[in-house]
């Protein structure tokens, strides 16, 4: 009676931390649980008026993909739902692969002049994120290993924006290829290549990855 009570006073516009409070109720006590994503395919819900049926409203105009990986990353669900029919078979195939990937896989939209080593480097590599874990940088140090006999000259040195993808230039020695993604906006001391930036749709996931996890990148 209690849990409906507190339910009682929130409306259908779920935020984040309800949810997240909620979902542990159930996962402290091992209860199964599923949450919902919305199709924007679909024209079909339980109500003569839907706009969707996401259980985040946050979630709400989100590619399909994207509201799985975000409640995949929060931790608390086990089983993700799609509120609304029909979705289109791309819809489905995306919301599939985002469900059973073994890593988390975040979008990247590439600068101008990122070069192809630079997206090589980015794209075909399974990011770990670094566990001594910095307040600005989020670093993933073994593509400098992997790489470390190829050239990574210096350009598009311009200050750091949160979410943007960087690949440490030779000016940095023996960091040269290490790749960083920028957990603040910062300084940049001519050091590294802002090759790209989160995709604006996911840059918020970027909170949910933890320091020793392992990620992936996609364009």
């Given at each position: 009676?209690?849990?409906?009570?507190?339910?009682?006073?929130?409306?259908?516009?779920?935020?984040?931390?309800?949810?997240?409070?909620?979902?542990?109720?159930?996962?402290?006590?091992?209860?199964h649980?599923?949450?919902?994503?919305?199709?924007?395919?679909?024209?079909?819900?339980?109500?003569?008026?839907?706009?969707g049926?996401?259980?985040?409203?946050?979630?709400?105009?989100?590619?399909?993909?994207?509201q799985?990986?975000?409640l995949?990353?929060?931790?608390?669900?086990?089983?993700?739902?799609?509120?609304?029919?029909?979705?289109?078979?791309?819809?489905?195939?995306?919301?599939?692969?985002?469900?059973?990937?073994?890593?988390?896989?975040?979008?990247?939209?590439?600068?101008?002049?990122?070069?192809?080593?630079?997206?090589?480097?980015?794209?075909?590599?399974?990011h770990?994120?670094?566990?001594?874990?910095?307040?600005?940088?989020l670093?993933?140090?073994?593509?400098?290993?992997?790489?470390r006999?190829?050239?990574?000259?210096?350009?598009?040195?311009?200050?750091?924006?949160?979410?943007?993808?960087?690949?440490?230039?030779?000016?940095?020695?023996?960091?040269?290829?290490?790749?960083?993604i920028?957990?603040?906006?910062?300084?940049?001391?001519?050091?590294?290549?802002?090759?790209?930036?989160?995709?604006?749709?996911?840059?918020?996931?970027?909170?949910y990855?933890?320091?020793?996890?392992?990620?992936?990148?996609?364009?």
């Open positions: 009676e209690w849990m409906l009570r507190s339910l009682k006073k929130f409306d259908h516009l779920m935020k984040e931390d309800f949810f997240i409070k909620w979902s542990n109720f159930f996962k402290e006590r091992n209860i649980s599923a949450a919902f994503v919305s199709s924007h395919q679909a024209t079909f819900g339980p109500w003569p008026v839907q706009d049926l996401p259980t985040l409203e946050d979630d709400r105009d989100l590619p399909i993909a994207t799985v990986k975000h995949l990353l929060s931790g608390v669900v086990d089983d993700v739902i799609i509120g609304n029919t029909y979705a289109s078979d791309e819809e489905l195939e995306e919301a599939s692969k985002a469900f059973y990937a073994p890593y988390p896989v975040l979008k990247v939209d590439f600068s101008q002049n990122a070069t192809e080593l630079e997206k090589e480097v980015i794209l075909k590599s399974t770990v994120y670094r566990g001594d874990a910095s307040d600005y940088l670093r993933s140090t073994m593509t400098r290993v992997h790489y006999d190829r050239d990574f000259p210096a350009h598009d040195t311009d200050d750091i924006k949160r979410g943007d993808i960087i690949i440490v230039n030779e000016k940095y020695g023996q960091y040269k290829g290490e790749t960083q920028a957990l603040r906006d910062i300084k940049n001391d001519g050091r590294r290549n802002v090759i790209g930036h989160l995709n604006s749709d996911e840059a918020f996931l970027l909170k990855i933890e320091p020793w996890s392992s990620f992936k990148l996609t364009e």
